[in-house]
């Protein structure tokens, strides 16, 4: 008996349609990657966001009605805020006993195309302090805030004329455009923790 072989066009024939279902495998698997890839990336950016926003809420649920001194002894109010930005007076970080500590000065503010915290090291500041700042998140359109005042009024900056130094608003709305994600809005409830007579924190 003779052994028969593949002819020359077989081999061919095979070579090519292997070819041709190896393109479409690896193509099919490059698209997952890739899709994957995105996945990964806009998970990131999100939660890049989310706590972006959750430290934002944190410092203004805890904030204190405490004026301070600004660089140059003028008295600032407890809090002060425009479209972009907001700064004020907070309780510390609770410790594992439960105890906080001092309190603290913060900022948040729109800087470019990012969305920066910063922190004061002091309440009372001289004329040189200033805040060392945290990026919280770029790729920021723009950053918009309102304040609701006791007569159930929005504005656009806070304290109005006629308020105290240790007045501070119902609530405080967060609006944040991000490139890719688009508008992202919070609405956080002011508690209005008073002082008391010591300056202590409650």
């Known amino acids: 008996m003779r052994r028969r072989g593949f002819t020359l066009v077989e081999v061919l024939v095979a ?3 292997f070819a041709a279902m190896s393109a479409l495998a690896w193509g099919g698997l490059n698209a997952v990657i890739r899709a994957r890839a995105v996945l990964v990336e806009e998970q990131q950016a999100f939660a890049q966001l989310q706590r972006a926003v959750s430290s ?5 649920e805890a904030a204190v009605a405490r004026p301070v001194r600004g660089n140059y ?3 600032l109010p407890a809090l002060r805020g425009d479209g972009d930005s907001v700064e004020l007076t907070r309780l510390g970080y609770a410790g594992p006993s439960g105890a906080r500590s001092a309190l603290e000065r913060v900022l948040y503010q729109q800087d470019g195309k990012k969305f920066k915290r910063g922190r004061y090291p002091v309440l009372d500041r ?7 700042f945290n990026d919280l998140r770029d ?3 723009s950053v918009r805030l309102r304040y609701l005042d006791p007569r159930g009024r929005w504005l656009d900056a806070w304290p109005p004329r006629d308020a105290e130094l240790d007045a ?3 609530a405080v ?7 890719g994600l688009g508008e992202v809005s919070r609405l956080i409830e002011m508690t209005g923790r008073a002082m008391p007579p010591s300056g202590a924190p409650p």
């Open 56 to 60: 934002f809420e944190r410092d203004l």
């Open 15 to 17: 070579t090519a349609v």
């Open 139 to 141: 790729g920021v359109r």
């Open 173 to 179: 709305e967060l609006r944040v455009d991000i490139d």
């Open 168 to 170: 501070l608003p119902r």
């Open 73 to 75: 002894g003028e008295a």
């Open 126 to 132: 001289s004329a040189g302090t200033a805040p060392v």
